[in-house]
């Protein structure tokens, strides 16, 4: 959550969607609203990481803060604003207009105000949130909030007012166009060419399940969020807080790094003979358990090892998301091919320990920066008017189901 005053300047520190801190507040709101009003208006249910709880929090923590908010945006919009020349007046040439923000619909949809299917905000839960109302609803009240308008994923938002110097030495130069831009999840799905049918499961040090969906999607549990993709369909998405974190924080235990852990790793057996790791580090966001911390269960003196460690770890890591595909494929979403990506996918014990824990096919595509791929794919579409397709390579990773992984995590992990 980026928060802008008046004359365009960031009011505090962003908050990042994994700042738990905001997590009374998203209870706090699902109890005013309902939990299906939520899903119905949203396509989502408040927790920690959306931007409405944030400003809840705001509200009611920092007040003096919030009195100062003018607009409020997200991370890629300011930029974009920038870019174009907005800003505080002593930093920019066009100054603070601050209705000039823009933003894309699937950023928009990660707010809890902004509803996917009829592709428009919700003020009233705007207001909710911030105890303001929305701009441009409620245009010529001086209390109100300006949101970034959501241009359409093929729309620019406009120039380069100026040069700008990029790392390296390099120039963009003025007048180049400036496009809708999205978030990091719907990047990776368009650099990745996903269409219905098609999930990824990325392992960074959070983690996603996502898909993409030309159905409407609405899980009344909250579980899975139906946000907007980059391209006019859905982006049915699972989100935790806890991924390749996990392998960095047994790793640092063992002394070992990721690619020696996973060698320790396939010295024990699939199940780990017992040993479980639920890895809530960080707390959780799905399952939405932000005070949570992370268990170690099934310790036994034939367990308690470094190759069993090791193992428990990846296994607790892939079953966590194993759970996100499930709940995605209760939305009704088909999975006919199952993609790994993020950097704790290339590691050979990731891969084979996926293909046990989620019993089917694993596709892994070769390393790339799959969320730059997409921006480059909207760029093309921005200045051509047609969505340009690549294919991208991938290694298949045979399926080796071992259900009694899975099940023995979601027993731990009750």
Not at 162 to 169: A, H, Q, W
Request: proline share 7%; aromatic share 4%; glycine share 12%.
């Amino acid at each position: 959550m980026v928060a802008l005053d008046a004359d365009g300047r960031v009011v505090r520190d962003a908050l990042l969607w994994n700042d738990v801190r905001s997590a009374d507040a998203a209870a706090q709101m699902v109890d005013e609203l309902g939990q299906e009003a939520w899903v119905a208006r949203t396509g989502l249910v408040p927790v920690a990481s959306f931007t409405g709880t944030k400003l809840r929090w705001l509200r009611d923590a920092e007040p003096e803060n919030a009195a100062r908010v003018a607009a409020v945006a997200l991370p890629h919009d300011w930029l974009s604003w920038r870019l174009r020349g907005y800003g505080p007046a002593d930093e920019s040439p066009l100054g603070p207009d601050l209705d000039a923000l823009a933003t894309d619909a699937s950023d928009a949809s990660g707010t809890g105000y902004w509803d996917p299917v009829r592709r428009e905000y919700d003020p009233e839960l705007f207001e909710l949130a911030l105890g303001r109302p929305m701009r441009p609803a409620s245009m010529g009240d001086d209390d109100a909030v300006v949101v970034p308008r959501v241009v359409a994923p093929d729309e620019a938002m406009g120039t380069l007012s100026t040069d700008v110097e990029l790392p390296g030495g390099a120039v963009a130069r003025s007048g180049l166009v400036v496009g809708a831009g999205l978030g990091d999840n719907a990047g990776a799905a368009l650099g990745l060419g996903l269409g219905p049918g098609d999930v990824a499961v990325s392992l960074g040090t959070s983690g996603t399940v996502f898909g993409v969906s030309d159905a409407e999607v609405r899980d009344p549990s909250g579980t899975v969020a139906g946000f907007a993709d980059g391209t006019g369909s859905r982006l049915p998405i699972v989100t935790t807080l806890n991924a390749a974190r996990v392998l960095e924080v047994i790793g640092g235990l063992l002394g070992v790094d990721h690619d020696a852990l996973g060698e320790l790793a396939l010295q024990a057996p699939a199940g780990a003979d017992g040993l479980v790791l639920v890895p809530y580090f960080v707390g959780e966001r799905t399952p939405n358990r932000p005070d949570a911390t992370a268990s170690l269960l099934g310790m036994t003196p034939a367990t308690t090892d470094r190759a069993h460690l090791a193992r428990a770890a990846v296994e607790g890591m892939l079953c966590a998301l194993a759970d996100g595909l499930a709940a995605v494929q209760d939305t009704g979403v088909t999975v006919e091919r199952l993609l790994l990506i993020g950097g704790a996918a290339r590691n050979p014990a990731v891969r084979a320990v996926a293909a046990q824990v989620f019993g089917r096919d694993v596709l892994v595509p070769e390393p790339g920066e799959y969320v730059a791929a997409g921006a480059a794919k909207q760029a093309a579409w921005a200045l051509t008017g047609a969505l340009p397709t690549w294919d991208t390579a991938t290694t298949t990773v045979p399926s080796d189901p071992h259900p009694e992984v899975l099940e023995q995590y979601r027993a731990a992990a009750r």
